[in-house]
């Protein structure tokens, strides 16, 4: 009886031990991906996962990383058809900072980052 319980406190334990190492594994495959990363477009992607998945205090710095990066995109690029690209991740980053402010208790400043972002989408 007594083997019985420690088995099963064991196999509890080891549940617990995976689920913590899935939960913080998808956010350091991004990091690696981001860090290796040759194309700015695949920047661009990883860093709008890092906003969604990654925790609070952590999704905001890449969520500015995001905004920088297309910014420059979008002026590189101009009105070539790989720019869409660059506006549709800017978009995303300006509905973050949105959130950012709405959070802060800035809810007059956050209008205007989600109504960018929707003229940006048009």
């Not at 695949?42 to 998945?53: D, F, G, M, N, Y």
């Not at 007059?108 to 929707?118: G, I, K, Q, T, V």
Request: glycine share 4%.
């Amino acid at each position: 009886m007594k083997s019985s319980r420690n088995i099963h406190y064991f196999v509890a334990l080891f549940l617990i031990n995976i689920s913590i190492f899935a939960q913080s594994n998808p956010v350091d495959s991004l990091k690696f991906v981001l860090k290796n990363a040759k194309h700015d477009t695949t920047r661009c992607k990883v860093l709008s996962a890092l906003t969604e998945i990654a925790p609070d205090g952590e999704w905001e710095a890449y969520n500015k990383q995001l905004s920088d990066l297309t910014d420059q995109n979008i002026k590189k690029y101009g009105s070539d058809p790989i720019a869409k690209i660059f506006k549709k991740h800017k978009a995303l980053s300006l509905i973050n900072s949105g959130i950012i402010l709405k959070m802060q208790g800035k809810i007059d400043e956050a209008l205007s980052p989600f109504y960018n972002s929707s003229q940006l989408q048009e």
